[in-house]
């Protein structure tokens, strides 16, 4: 299996919290607080003049941390962040000189963009995913779908007007490879030196981007008959109609109740998301496991469910994606 590069490994977490710090000494905790709430990366920018030395506490102190360094304007600057332990560099405008750096040395670079002249310099480095800065200036959603015809090939980081009210909207897109911002970690969490704060905040904004729900419960019923009568007394008790798909009876979109043996010694429990390859990507960083017998795929051929392989209470997992509205 090839090894997946730096943003690519962004991508499966979709946000980029945006560090700016007054001052080095809190490179540390800030940098365990991100990794104990889910969300294990770090774009330090050079706005402050602790940029560089945060970048170089982080890399040395806290390993499980992906730190780069943003608002790169020069070649000192990126050199400075590798120098530091930085693994990427992120530009706010597209620098001709910062990239070809990069390149050149084998450093991953995200620069930013906001017209196509821009995608198609960063093309012409063989880069495939950029930023797109200010997004909310310049037509946000919008446009981004509209790049997507052209530019099928390219991911976005668009940063800029992305904030806890819209990044869903803006994760749904499939040529988003993640979102960045200053509304993680906040400012003022930062300020007061509340890591807690901070790591609780982490988790809120990865539930934000898996807003996982429980689609229904599979039930294990042995025979069709059994099948016959759980579904009648669920949909009597609830009000719900009954719906015959073959292998099992559904009770309205409570209950899947099978007429033969399935996964799961006493049933299953469907669990939707709103990003499927995301949250497969969360749940095996926490150990879960997945068999590809087990997938499901639509008729254009997505992805668009999967089993855990071990039983959780004598269920099965079934992870799924919602449809999109």
């Given at each position: 299996?090839?090894?997946?590069n730096?943003f690519?490994?962004?991508?499966?977490y979709?946000i980029?919290?945006?560090?700016?710090?007054?001052?080095?000494?809190?490179?540390v905790p800030l940098?365990?607080?991100l990794?104990a709430?889910?969300?294990?990366?770090a774009?330090v920018?050079?706005?402050?003049?602790?940029?560089?030395e945060?970048?170089?506490?982080?890399a040395?102190e806290?390993?499980?941390i992906?730190?780069?360094a943003?608002?790169?304007?020069?070649?000192?600057?990126a050199?400075?962040t590798v120098?530091n332990?930085g693994?990427?560099?992120?530009?706010p405008?597209?620098?001709?000189?910062?990239?070809?750096?990069?390149?050149k040395?084998n450093?991953?670079?995200?620069?930013?963009?906001?017209v196509?002249?821009?995608?198609?310099?960063?093309?012409?480095f063989?880069l495939r995913?950029v930023?797109?800065?200010?997004?909310?200036?310049?037509?946000?959603v919008?446009?981004?779908k509209?790049l997507?015809?052209?530019?099928a090939?390219?991911?976005?980081?668009p940063?800029?007007?992305?904030g806890?009210?819209?990044?869903?909207?803006?994760?749904?897109?499939p040529?988003?490879?993640a979102?960045?911002?200053?509304?993680?970690?906040?400012?003022?969490?930062?300020?007061?030196?509340?890591?807690?704060?901070v790591?609780?905040?982490?988790r809120n904004i990865?539930?934000l981007?898996?807003d996982?729900?429980?689609g229904?419960?599979g039930?294990?019923a042995?025979t069709?008959e059994?099948?016959?009568?759980?579904?009648?007394?669920?949909?009597?008790?609830?009000?719900?109609?009954?719906r015959?798909?073959?292998?099992?009876f559904f009770?309205g979109?409570?209950?899947?109740v099978l007429?033969?043996p399935?996964?799961?010694?006493?049933?299953h429990?469907?669990?939707?998301t709103?990003?499927l390859?995301?949250?497969?990507?969360?749940l095996?960083?926490?150990?879960?496991?997945f068999d590809e017998?087990?997938?499901m795929?639509?008729?254009?051929?997505k992805?668009?469910?999967?089993?855990?392989t071990?039983e959780i209470?004598?269920?099965?997992?079934?992870l799924?994606?919602?449809?999109?509205?």
């Amino acid at each position: 299996m090839t090894e997946k590069n730096i943003f690519d490994k962004i991508s499966e977490y979709g946000i980029v919290p945006l560090v700016t710090l007054d001052d080095a000494a809190d490179a540390v905790p800030l940098a365990r607080a991100l990794v104990a709430g889910g969300i294990p990366i770090a774009e330090v920018t050079f706005r402050t003049a602790a940029g560089g030395e945060s970048i170089k506490r982080m890399a040395k102190e806290v390993p499980e941390i992906m730190v780069g360094a943003g608002t790169v304007h020069d070649v000192d600057h990126a050199k400075e962040t590798v120098d530091n332990g930085g693994k990427f560099i992120i530009t706010p405008g597209f620098n001709r000189e910062v990239v070809d750096w990069c390149v050149k040395n084998n450093v991953p670079v995200c620069p930013g963009t906001v017209v196509p002249s821009d995608v198609e310099e960063a093309l012409s480095f063989g880069l495939r995913t950029v930023k797109f800065f200010p997004a909310g200036v310049y037509g946000g959603v919008a446009t981004l779908k509209a790049l997507q015809g052209p530019f099928a090939m390219m991911k976005f980081v668009p940063t800029g007007g992305v904030g806890l009210n819209n990044l869903q909207e803006f994760l749904d897109l499939p040529n988003v490879a993640a979102v960045g911002g200053s509304f993680v970690p906040p400012a003022k969490l930062v300020k007061a030196k509340d890591w807690d704060g901070v790591a609780a905040e982490c988790r809120n904004i990865m539930n934000l981007v898996m807003d996982f729900s429980i689609g229904h419960v599979g039930i294990n019923a042995g025979t069709e008959e059994n099948a016959v009568q759980v579904t009648n007394t669920l949909s009597k008790l609830f009000n719900v109609p009954v719906r015959d798909a073959g292998s099992a009876f559904f009770a309205g979109d409570l209950a899947e109740v099978l007429k033969v043996p399935f996964l799961g010694s006493n049933g299953h429990i469907a669990v939707d998301t709103r990003d499927l390859p995301r949250a497969m990507a969360m749940l095996e960083r926490n150990g879960a496991k997945f068999d590809e017998k087990d997938y499901m795929y639509d008729a254009n051929g997505k992805l668009v469910g999967a089993y855990i392989t071990e039983e959780i209470g004598g269920f099965a997992v079934h992870l799924r994606q919602r449809a999109k509205k």
